[in-house]
């Protein structure tokens, strides 16, 4: 494809045509890399077209990357909720620590599932909101806050937590999914570094138990504080 091609652009299908094969090519390449090594540049010739051509449809790189995290939030709720909808169709009502445990294993492995959206969550606030206008971050902080909310109504429904309660459990556990990613570097030389250096044992983060044991130990204290 090349820039004549996407120069002929002129319906709002075509130019959402282009907005999606941009995204695509941002999401491989943050895929096989990370967020924060991946150029304008790159997703251009990547899309095979110039960066200024490009940024006709998008502000900045940190707007391709934004609207990916946007659309990571919106599938993730959607994908988090049937597992606990199906966690709640399993007619177990007693709540205790293996319970909470099983909550927080659902959730805690829905994100580790998404190493993208895991990476996206630790560079939404370190740059991703800091380069677009202020349109375009209160458009993603909605799609992100409803999402938390409709995570968070459905948790109430599988714990005995309260809702305000139960949209922190959502809050920490992206806030936390994306910290630990970034500390764990999966698939990086950093990784690989850490693990062959047996003193450097302690800095090996598994994230998946590691979240799954901070997330269980906060529903439980948050309903025994309710009590």
């Known amino acids: ?19 999606e094969t941009i995204l695509a090519a941002a999401t491989r390449l943050a895929t096989a890399a990370s967020v924060r090594e991946v150029t304008a540049s790159a997703i251009a010739d990547e899309v095979g077209m110039h960066k200024s051509a490009m940024l006709r449809y998008f502000e900045t790189r940190e707007d391709i990357f934004l609207q990916l995290a946007a659309d990571a939030w919106g599938e993730w709720s959607s994908a988090v909720r049937v597992e606990l909808e199906d966690l709640a169709a399993g007619g177990r009502h007693d709540w205790d620590q293996a319970a909470a445990h099983e909550v927080a294993s659902v959730v805690a492995h829905s994100l580790v599932a998404r190493p993208l959206f895991c990476d996206l969550l630790a560079q939404t606030p370190l740059n991703l909101e800091r380069n677009v206008s202020q349109e375009k971050v209160k458009a993603f902080k ?7 909310a409709e995570i968070g109504s459905a948790l109430c429904v599988v714990t005995p937590l309260q809702l305000d309660q139960a949209r922190s459990v959502v809050a920490t556990a992206t806030a936390m999914a994306g910290a630990m990613w970034q500390m764990a570097a ?9 693990e062959s250096e047996s003193e450097l ?27």
Do not use: C, W
């Open 142 to 148: 909605l799609r992100a806050l409803a999402a938390v």
């Open 201 to 227: 044992a302690h800095a090996i983060v598994d994230v998946e138990p590691s979240l799954t044991d901070l997330l269980a130990t906060l529903m439980i204290g948050y309903v025994a504080r309710s009590i």
């Open 186 to 194: 999966p698939g990086t030389n950093l990784r690989a570094f850490y």
């Open 1 to 19: 494809m090349t820039d004549l091609d996407f120069a002929r652009a002129r319906t709002p299908e075509a130019k959402r045509a282009r907005q």
